[in-house]
């Protein structure tokens, strides 16, 4: 079931709000057509995808959802926000809207969530975009890592993260619009969000083997800065996936939609027009 409202927090952003499973999810939604979903990455919200669903809203319905916790949805009741979980929301989603498919645009953690729908309900989906992602699971230290993290934000709170990912995020000399729309959306996320997150990620299959199962439209983006999913494991990457594109994103780091966003919007422009040719 959908739902209109007003986010309390941005008298300019209407919010819409679904039923799904056992949750609300909120999402943002422009244009019309195709459905095309955004889903964020860790810890952020819908506000990674706005100057998406403003410049897109033309070739698509361009929907761009808060995952479970995060944004305007409903809080996580549980201390692991599994990836799978994350598949079928998606998928509830997509659904509900009204399409028995959608193009997926997908970053970091968000990636993660596809590449499990894709496993899981491959026929929710009509193209795949993988940004700034890998398909594998953590390393043992990558766990550990995660685990220390998800201490800390419990007895600091979520804003201890912004500084250290403000680094790992953005490329060196990011521009003002992108530092502070990311401090925003990590000091929204709440902690229970961030600890639930981090455990699923933790937790996650290795996807690596589906890969070659990719049937659909694929495009395999990177920003060229990115430290964390640096564009040669993109490349591999795309490599495995027999449908796949390959774009790297010149001065990005791990966020382009909000650090080269018009590049990033030529490139989903290009390859939708691509598809749909």
Excluded at 3 to 17: K, Q, T
Excluded at 106 to 126: I, T
Excluded at 226 to 251: F, K, N, Q, R, Y
Aim: some cysteine.
């Amino acid at each position: 079931m959908v739902r209109d409202g007003c986010d309390v927090r941005s008298l300019e952003a209407i919010m819409h709000f679904v039923e799904v499973g056992d949750t609300t999810l909120a999402y943002q939604s422009r244009g019309g057509g195709d459905l095309a979903v955004f889903v964020h990455g860790f810890p952020l919200d819908h506000r990674l995808w706005l100057d998406q669903l403003d410049a897109l809203g033309d070739l698509r319905q361009c929907v761009a959802p808060d995952l479970r916790g995060s944004g305007s949805s409903d809080a996580v009741a549980s201390l692991v926000l599994a990836m799978e979980q994350v598949a079928d929301d998606l998928a509830e989603l997509i659904e509900s809207l009204g399409h028995t498919s959608a193009d997926v645009v997908s970053l970091s953690m968000g990636g993660y969530g596809a590449l499990a729908l894709w496993e899981r309900h491959p026929e929710r989906v009509r193209s795949l975009v993988l940004m700034d992602t890998r398909p594998g699971a953590d390393s043992e230290a990558g766990r550990a890592g995660r685990r220390e993290t998800a201490e800390r934000v419990a007895d600091e709170g979520g804003g201890v993260l912004v500084a250290s990912l403000q680094k790992a995020l953005l490329a060196p000399g990011a521009e003002l619009a992108a530092r502070v729309r990311l401090r925003g959306m990590i000091e929204a996320t709440a902690p229970e969000t961030i600890v639930a997150s981090l455990e699923g990620m933790a937790r996650r299959a290795d996807r690596t083997d589906i890969l070659s199962s990719i049937t659909v439209p694929t495009l395999v983006m990177v920003g060229a800065d990115d430290g964390l999913t640096p564009p040669d494991m993109a490349e591999h990457m795309a490599e495995l996936i027999p449908t796949a594109e390959l774009v790297v994103i010149p001065g990005a780091g791990h966020l382009p939609p909000i650090e080269t966003p018009e590049a990033v919007n030529d490139a989903l422009r290009a390859f939708w027009e691509r598809s749909d040719s």
